[in-house]
């Protein structure tokens, strides 16, 4: 049984970037998904491949969705891992590998990608995700980077962890990729912990325009910075009602303008000891309070 099934004949396209963003990994306030979704609106994605579901999809982990209308059940909704096909706003091609990260069977997986990468012509691979870390909403989203190619690593300004950390199938695409000869990454944002628990588009506009300098990919994003700024704003009036997360925020913007002064390679993979971590609300207070404070302002 084939690994994928394709809707088309694989068509002929002018040397794309696919950009990868599988479900079921890190991915903090769905910054990553959030961005993906935008990519398939701007670009008119449409659906070439899809991995067969048998091969790697648990069900047990990943159920379908039964639709049931006044007893009837009218469908059911099956998960998939899906290769899509679009144009950038300046006509480019592009390819998007979304949907679910394989529970099994990874390393056919990662085969069965790179060969049809090789088959579209693809010249980069650029996977994303988002994490959450001590740092304030009050300054851009730091964006990390992984690749498993020395020469990728050094042609960025992209911050460069260390840690031993579990890995994801974007991690694998990484060697897989690099062993065919293709330049891949994986780009990461850094997404405050106490707002990980609700969207984050400031993360979002981050990532797409990561992928836009990396990969020459031409997105517009508007709609990402208009909520961005709402965001911002609502998130500084929600801070100052409470003198304590002032004080949560104030820390981390002093950790962070300290490193940003220092240069990227004293940036850390967690958070400074000078955080005073007792001030620091766990994700799910913070959320709850901005959502009681949205009702607020909506009365």
């Not at 994928?4 to 890190?26: F, K, N």
């Not at 159920?63 to 706003?89: A, F, Q, Y």
């Not at 790179?114 to 988002?130: E, P, Q, W």
Request: glycine share 8%.
């Amino acid at each position: 049984m084939a690994a994928y099934e394709l809707h088309e004949p694989l068509p002929q396209l002018g040397a794309p970037v696919l950009v990868v963003m599988l479900g079921g990994w890190i991915d903090a306030s769905g910054a990553a998904a959030a961005a993906m979704s935008v990519i398939e609106t701007e670009s008119g994605a449409r659906t070439i491949a899809t991995f067969d579901r048998d091969t790697f999809i648990d069900y047990r982990a990943r159920r379908p969705i039964m639709e049931l209308r006044d007893g009837l059940n009218t469908r059911l909704v099956w998960p998939d891992t899906e290769l899509k096909l679009g144009t950038d706003r300046s006509g480019h091609d592009i390819l998007l590998l979304s949907g679910y990260e394989p529970d099994s069977s990874w390393n056919l997986f990662a085969d069965s990608v790179t060969s049809l990468a090789v088959d579209l012509g693809v010249r980069m691979m650029i996977g994303i995700g988002a994490f959450p870390f001590a740092s304030p909403h009050t300054r851009q989203p730091r964006l990390s980077s992984t690749s498993a190619d020395p020469t990728v690593v050094s042609s960025h300004r992209l911050l460069k962890n260390s840690v031993d950390v579990p890995a994801g199938m974007e991690a694998v695409l990484e060697h897989a990729f690099a062993a065919k000869g293709i330049p891949a990454m994986g780009i990461w944002a850094q997404v405050p912990h106490y707002v990980s628990a609700m969207s984050y588009p400031a993360a979002t506009v981050a990532l797409l325009g990561a992928i836009a300098e990396v990969g020459d990919v031409v997105i517009d994003g508007s709609n990402c910075r208009g909520e961005a700024l709402i965001q911002r704003q609502r998130l500084d009036e929600l801070v100052e009602a409470n003198p304590d997360h002032r004080a949560m925020v104030r820390q981390l913007e002093g950790v962070y303008d300290a490193q940003e002064e220092a240069g990227p390679s004293v940036h850390p993979s967690s958070p400074p000891q000078s955080i005073d971590l007792s001030l620091l609300p766990s994700a799910d207070e913070l959320a709850a309070e901005f959502e009681q404070f949205l009702r607020d302002q909506d009365d």
